[in-house]
């Protein structure tokens, strides 16, 4: 089942991410950061998607619905410079082209914000 297996590349994704952080490896970390949400996006919506778009509408809608019962993530994200989901989605894929060699990504955003990205994910993923 398509569900099972993005559940556990979700849960593998968030794992080596938290790994790779904590050894200092931020862009390999930022990659498992996006297989993480790609993984989260075809766990929750079917059918999966592969198309970049899909996959940020479809996680501005987690988003939303979490807001709805934690209405702390919208100070947390203004404090750390995201004025809407938009953005948030953005820089999470930003992270997935600097790991192919995109250079036009703030160097300060790859390890900055990645362990807010991880906590994002692991609470849409409950």
Not at 15 to 34: I, N, R, T, Y
Not at 46 to 52: C, F, R, S
Request: aromatic share 12%; with cysteine; hydrophobic share 35%.
């Amino acid at each position: 089942m398509p569900q099972t297996l993005y559940n556990q590349r979700l849960s593998e994704h968030l794992v080596h991410a938290e790994s790779l952080l904590k050894s200092g490896d931020c862009v390999q970390a930022g990659e498992k950061v996006w297989g993480a949400l790609t993984a989260l996006v075809n766990s929750r919506f079917q059918p999966e998607t592969h198309e970049v778009s899909v996959k940020g509408s479809r996680f501005r809608a987690l988003i939303h619905k979490y807001q709805q019962t934690n209405p702390d993530l919208r100070m947390k994200m203004r404090e750390l410079g995201f004025k809407e989901v938009g953005e948030l989605f953005d820089s999470i894929y930003g992270l997935h082209k600097y790991f192919y060699g995109g250079t036009s990504y703030n160097s300060r955003s790859v390890s900055g914000n990645i362990e807010f990205f991880i906590r994002i994910i692991k609470e849409l993923s409950k």
